[in-house]
């Protein structure tokens, strides 16, 4: 799930107490994608396998671009949602996919755009450390989105206010459209025609009070 779909499941599945709900992720690294798992108090998580497998090829074209892989799996006619996250490091990709398309990739999938790969399960820890073009650090005066969006373009407050109402902004990918939308840690701010950034906040502040906040931009 997207950090969206993780916030609603967690809000729905919040109404069951009785139910024992983990995220977990397909890696090391980055929390953007989970996967839900739902067990009974009888069953120890330790003991849950989860139907995701990891799948790895090496490259020597550095141009393939994370769209080639997945237009190159959706080819196959795989369905979107039994793949996770494509995973480009330097010379060798990894595809997390659903264990039932595994040995249809590794089977099939055997060029992207004009380079041939052969993939292969990949039972060893993967780790990915997200890059960012760009970060900094800024005050607001508080955690509402006009406040946050404001200090991520370095513009005033009235022109986050418009860029809000005009529904130039997402928080995890869910449209928002009150300027007092409180961001928190981790949430992920996508501006119209600006790019991606995420927001890192531990609560500090200056000494005029003013919450201090880490701007990451993708």
Not at 55 to 62: A, C, F, G
Not at 125 to 134: I, L, N, Q, R, T
Request: hydrophobic share 40%; glycine share 4%; net charge neutral.
């Amino acid at each position: 799930m997207d950090l969206r779909q993780q916030q609603l499941f967690m809000a729905q599945a919040n109404k069951y107490p009785d139910v024992n709900i983990k995220l977990v992720c397909g890696y090391e690294g980055d929390g953007e994608r989970m996967l839900a798992v739902l067990y009974p108090d009888y069953i120890s998580f330790g003991d849950i396998t989860a139907p995701v497998t990891v799948l790895r090829t090496k490259i020597s074209d550095r141009g393939i671009s994370h769209k080639d892989f997945l237009g190159a799996a959706m080819s196959l006619k795989i369905d979107r949602e039994y793949i996770g996250d494509i995973i480009l490091k330097e010379d060798e990709v990894f595809i997390i996919c659903h264990k039932n398309v595994a040995d249809i990739i590794i089977d099939e999938l055997m060029s992207v755009k004009h380079s041939s790969v052969s993939f292969e399960r990949w039972d060893k820890p993967v780790s990915f450390v997200k890059e960012y073009s760009e970060t900094r650090t800024s005050t607001v005066a508080s955690l509402r989105a006009d406040s946050v969006v404001a200090a991520v373009l370095n513009k005033s407050r009235s022109e986050a206010v418009k860029l809000i109402k005009q529904g130039n902004i997402k928080v995890n990918q869910m449209d928002i459209l009150h300027t007092d939308f409180e961001i928190f840690d981790n949430d992920v701010i996508s501006i119209r025609y600006y790019g991606k950034y995420k927001i890192f906040c531990d609560g500090a502040k200056s000494r005029k009070d003013r919450i201090f906040i880490n701007i990451a931009k993708y």
